[in-house]
Nanobody, 126 residues
């Protein structure tokens, strides 16, 4: 079992930056593909980014490419999402997610992830 806790969400002005963290407990994250998703009120959960076990490969949603960067520190059992050039449309609850060990694809569909955190709110003001 993997327990995920997100942190770092805040209110920020458009054009600003934030770094979200996702800390895992229960077991090491080094054997899990990790992802970030977000969900705005009244909208479906949206893929943001994913990263392989080693951190050597990443994948991003079209709306965040070039602005967001996902990374991981397996020694700290933590995954990060650096968000730059934030826009009001980035406002959402951001969720960290993990795939089960052995599921190695950088998938974008929420049902393909097995563990989820509770989310952290990011609000971008115009």
């Amino acid at each position: 079992q993997v327990h995920l806790v997100e942190s770092g969400g805040a209110l920020v002005q458009a054009g600003g930056s934030l770094r979200l963290s996702c800390a895992a407990s229960g077991r090491t994250l080094s054997t899990n593909v990790m992802g970030w998703f977000r969900q705005a009120p009244g909208k479906e959960r949206e893929f943001v980014a994913a990263i392989t076990l080693s951190g050597g490969s990443t994948r991003y949603g079209d709306s965040v490419k070039g602005r967001f960067t996902i990374s991981r520190d397996n020694a700290k059992n933590t995954v990060y999402l650096q968000m730059n050039s934030l826009k009001p449309e980035d406002t959402a609850v951001y969720f960290c997610a993990a795939r089960n060990e052995g599921r190695v694809g950088l998938t974008t569909s929420p049902p393909t992830y097995d563990y989820w955190g509770q989310g952290t709110q990011v609000t971008v003001s115009s």
